[in-house]
């Protein structure tokens, strides 16, 4: 068990190999909020010593997604609405004005990159293949930011789109989401295609707000 989820956590130290293990459970919510993280179970769980889950537990405080309460031990956190909904609000911002810079910058193969992954979209669709939608989705927005050539840019966007990703996978499970989410990004890389400026940050808002108002619905409906 521990070779093969440590194999799928990419590069990096151990601790932080476990940080993004236990980073993806609980944003999976297969932690509960409230849950007590067991520095012994993960230990023999993951069959590793407890310094890089001590390590990688620090992290995720640093991250705020857990708490350390002393004698008691650490406790997850989570998101909670305002912080997804926040998140989404920054990315309506930030991500309107990357599509801007992209259409000024961008070069073929990145352009070809954002088609690539709007077609698998498209065919994750067709297949209901939510795990290669979400995939292809990423994809598609990292394209995005990449077309910017702005490496400061691409970063700033890459620390929250990773949270957001990760909440947004809730919103393609609404009936009917995979389809209408692939006619969207058809839609903005077919602005960007053309170099419309304001068509493009258009349909990238109007893509942000369904996700969000998607995701809100999902959490919502969760608490009843």
Not at 7 to 31: A, P, Q, V
Not at 104 to 130: C, G, H, P, T
């Amino acid at each position: 068990m521990k070779k093969a989820i440590l194999e799928n956590t990419g590069h990096g130290s151990l601790g932080n190999k476990i940080f993004n293990i236990l980073r993806d459970r609980i944003l999976n919510e297969e932690y509960a909020k409230g849950q007590k993280l067991n520095e012994v179970a993960l230990s023999k769980e993951l069959e590793i010593s407890r310094t890089p889950i001590r390590e990688a537990l620090k992290q995720l405080e640093l991250e705020g997604l857990v708490r350390s309460e002393p004698n008691k031990g650490v406790f997850v956190i989570g998101f909670s609405h305002r912080d997804i909904n926040d998140m989404l609000e920054i990315r309506y911002v930030l991500e309107a004005l990357a599509v801007e810079l992209a259409i000024e910058r961008i070069n073929s193969v990145q352009l070809d990159k954002i088609k690539e992954a709007y077609l698998a979209m498209e065919e994750a669709s067709k297949v209901r293949d939510q795990d290669k939608f979400n995939d292809a989705n990423i994809a598609f927005h990292e394209s995005i930011y990449k077309g910017t050539q702005s490496q400061y840019f691409e970063q700033l966007l890459r620390d929250i789109n990773y949270y957001i990703h990760v909440t947004s996978r809730h919103s393609i499970k609404q009936p009917n989401r995979l389809d209408s989410a692939a006619i969207e990004h058809r839609e903005i890389y077919e602005a960007i295609l053309a170099g419309d400026k304001k068509r493009a940050v258009e349909k990238v808002k109007k893509h942000i707000r369904k996700t969000q108002f998607l995701v809100k619905h999902y959490y919502e409906s969760k608490d009843h």
